[in-house]
């Protein structure tokens, strides 16, 4: 029986992969680089199947690239904003994603991320290798106390309850701002509901983002939101770059107006070598690692597998993001 013919945009873990050379026909785009547009456009000319990153766009022209044949876009991300669904639940195509895999290595990054800009972790290790470090100095790399400090925490789905749960094992008084997160959604004991993000803006010692990325968050910490912060506040985005206006950021942090900032993901993302935003000490900057363990990145690497061959094979993924096509398959 032939294989269908599919395309993965990038290496993968190798357990989940090696399911998809198994199953498949499958070409896989070896460089670190995604691949161009144009390439990725090519690539994808009669292909059964799919296997996308977030940073390949896959809008309704390149689906009409793809042709008829295609069947199923499975995504490498819980997130999906990279991918036009309404276009593919148009054409018929399903789309999967890998839910629920990542929280708590995300949260787990998130308050690394919160504690060494609080610390001021990657100035003190510079500061050591730069040969500066001469003897113990009692004004030197003052920061921030996390025990006992408000956390501000934006958006709580499940990545932000993972990290309320980690605030509370320090103490931490938890502020939450989700318009759309349920009454009765379980937290620590003392957590906050603020009705206004300003509210939560200006109470906080830390501000964590844990919002999707649409219309309505983007550029949602900008100026005015800045400018609604402490000025010993500290910002955490392991959400969406696009959800900082890095401008706005830039400024902020250049004239003091918060403390500092520590950042997962960026817009652009990569964030360029030369970006202004790298030239403060007070912006740490890692690149998109939130899911990165060895653990997390094989499961979600075997999801998007299993999504992949499952849309290709006539049966229901187990993670579909328009379960709505499915009749239409039948």
Known sequence: MKKPKVFVTRI????????VLDACDAEVWREDAPPPPNV????????????????????????????????VVSNFAVGYDN????????????VGNTPGVLTETTADLAFALL????????????????????????????????????LGIVGMGQIGRAMAKRAAGFDMKILYYDPFAPADVP?????????????????????????PLGPQTHHLIGRRALGAM????ILVNASRGPVVDPDALYEALQEGRIAGAALDVTEPEPLPADHRLLTLKNCLV?????????????????????????GLTG????????????PRRR
Do not use: Y
Not at 187 to 211: K, M, N, Q, W, Y
Not at 300 to 305: K, S
């Open 12 to 19: 993968l873990p190798e357990e989940g992969l090696n399911r």
């Open 40 to 71: 990725l456009m090519e690539k994808v000319r009669g292909v059964d199947g799919l296997l996308s990153l977030l940073t390949d766009r896959i809008d309704g022209q390149l689906l009409d690239a793809a042709g008829p044949t295609l069947k």
């Open 83 to 94: 991918i036009d669904v309404p276009a593919a639940t148009e054409r018929g195509i399903l």
């Open 115 to 150: 504690m060494a800009a609080a610390r001021r972790l990657p100035e003190g290790a510079d500061f050591v290798r730069a040969g500066l470090w001469t003897t113990f100095q009692p004004m030197l790399m003052l920061g921030r106390d996390i025990h006992g400090a408000s």
């Open 187 to 211: 937290l620590p004991a003392g957590a906050i509901r603020c009705t206004v993000l300003d509210e939560l803006l200006g109470r906080a010692d830390f501000v964590s983002l844990h919002v």
């Open 230 to 233: 402490k000025p010993t506040a």
């Open 286 to 310: 890692v690149p998109h690692i939130g899911s990165a363990t060895h653990a997390t990145r094989t499961r979600m690497a075997v999801m998007a597998a299993e999504n992949l061959i499952a």
């Open 315 to 326: 049966k229901v993924p187990p993670h579909p993001v328009n379960p709505e096509v499915l």
